[in-house]
């Protein structure tokens, strides 16, 4: 009972991380196109300033759920997939040190640079969560011993390169509804043109994906043993469907929320596709790493679960209260006092 009420949060953890940080992957992505001036890089960056580092803490959480529920899926998976995650982590490092730095110097080739870094370390990201989800989906060439029997070729099938196009696509119809609510005028109008042109891309992405996998993965197995399960894939339609109509009504904030929702149940149904399997073996499924065979005994389990009952409300509240204190319309002229990115 307690792997399994681990296994739900887990999944969640990674559910709410992509749909948080997945719209600054986006507006990261979309920062060369939309930011035609410094002004639009501007207020596209500072649209996501106050909110990229509290959203990474849901990663850094899921993380550590890993590590301390599960050490063994933890350990497997980082000397597995070592090469792709510290990709990843490059990539975010990149990231988090271009936003601290474009505004350090008055030179307009010094933002040029970290504006490159930016976008590198947005973009990359998208793609390799896309890529890393596809192949726990999919499985991985671990042996008995949980070592890795291949190489970076492995991870990159078609199957795992879709689901990469299928989170940038998601991300970045994410971050142009999110720069929509932050901004106004001319760069909120293309915000939402983008956010209208990749709305049928991001479906037509994640279509295919889930054809894709009724044949490349098992995920389908548990819902049509449990067939209620399918109320996750169909909140998901709904909410991707939601997305449009209030795209369409210029609703943003009922928008943004529904494509949030839509890319948390998305993973979701992916990961409650996997159980009680935490990584997959390619070569023999007796070899799969699961929440039975990894987990931390019940003791470490249980104080875990109390700790995070009492902790995640908070976190959830701090996070609560940063968006609505900070999620409000930006002038460009309120970003010159020195204090913004």
């Known amino acids: 009972m307690l792997e399994t009420t681990w296994f739900i949060l887990w999944g969640l953890l990674w559910a709410i991380y992509l749909a948080s940080d997945g719209f600054d992957f986006g507006l990261g992505t979309l920062l060369p196109f939309l930011g035609r001036s410094e002004g639009d890089r ?3 960056v500072n649209s996501m300033g106050p ?4 959203n990474e803490v849901w990663l850094v959480t899921a993380g550590g759920v890993t590590f301390a529920a599960f050490p063994r899926t933890y350990a497997t998976m980082f000397s597995a997939m070592y090469i792709p995650l510290m990709l990843l982590l490059f990539a975010l490092i990149f990231r988090g040190v271009a936003f601290e730095f474009r505004a350090k110097v008055d030179s307009a080739r010094w933002r040029r ?15 390799l969560l896309g890529v890393f989800f596809a192949n726990l989906f999919a499985g ?36 142009a509804l999110w720069l929509a609510i932050m901004v106004e005028g001319d760069l909120l109008e293309r915000a939402l043109h983008v956010a209208r042109t990749f709305w049928p891309a991001s479906i037509i992405t994640v279509v295919l994906f889930l054809l894709t996998s009724t044949y490349r993965t098992d ?7 449990h067939p209620w399960l399918f109320l996750i894939l169909v909140f998901a339609v709904a909410a ?6 209030f795209l369409a009504r210029r609703s943003l904030w009922p928008a943004f929320t529904a494509s949030a929702l839509a890319i948390g149940s998305t993973a979701l149904f992916g990961v409650v596709g996997m159980f009680p399997n935490t990584l997959i073996s390619s070569i023999n499924p007796m070899y799969n790493v699961t929440a039975f065979n990894s987990a931390s005994s019940a003791l470490t389990l249980k104080i875990m679960l109390g700790i995070a009952l009492a902790v995640l409300p908070v976190v959830i509240g701090y996070q609560g209260w940063v968006y609505y204190r900070f999620g409000r319309k930006l002038k460009l002229e309120e970003l010159e006092d020195g204090h913004s990115y």
């Open 113 to 127: 640079i970290w504006d490159g870094c930016l976008f590198v370390g947005s973009a990359a990201p998208a793609v």
């Open 140 to 175: 991985i060439p671990i042996d008995a011993q949980g070592v890795l029997q291949g190489g970076l070729i492995d991870f990159l099938h078609p199957y795992a390169l879709l689901g990469g196009v299928l989170f940038l696509t998601l991300f970045i119809v994410h971050g």
């Open 219 to 225: 995920l389908f197995t548990n819902y049509l043993n």
């Open 42 to 44: 501007k207020l596209i």
């Open 240 to 245: 991707f469907i939601m997305t449009r109509v």
């Open 51 to 54: 909110f990229w580092d509290g």
